[in-house]
């Protein structure tokens, strides 16, 4: 078992992918994009606003940077749904934990409050354990583990 932040997972399995893609092992590249797919899917911020769900943009993220993609579903004084806006999350590693860039329109200031979410979903530590394939403590406000096969 290992203790990372969802960041950190995020990061060394883009980059295992890339080195199983450049050496053609078709296998563990599957293993690493279910992997990411699964974090996708359950463990970035989705709802309150983020209603499309968060995708990590695998062909932009490097060692030094995770890119991901989002909207966000604005609403007017009125309570009613008036337009989405997109957005990039650029994680770059810092001495401190991250630095985060969220591109695209600042509608209604939202630019703060993705960063917020993002900031807070990425730097929650949590331990993955190899042998039953599952993560054992919540990231965000997931509170079961979930299993990755």
Partial sequence: MYTQTLAGFIASTVDALKRC???????????HRERLDYIARNLLPRGSGIDSGTTIDIDRCTQKKIVLHTSFHH????????????????AYPSFDGIDLNVSGENRNDIK???????????TET????????????????RTEARAVK
């Fill in 126 to 141: 949590d331990s993955y354990d190899e042998t039953r394939g599952e993560y054992c403590a919540p990231w965000y406000h």
């Fill in 75 to 90: 609403m007017d004084d009125s309570g009613g749904y008036d337009g989405w806006s997109d957005h990039y999350v650029v």
């Fill in 21 to 31: 893609e450049s050496k053609d092992n078709a296998e563990w590249s599957a293993k």
């Fill in 112 to 122: 703060d409050y993705l960063h917020d979410v993002f900031y807070q979903c990425l």
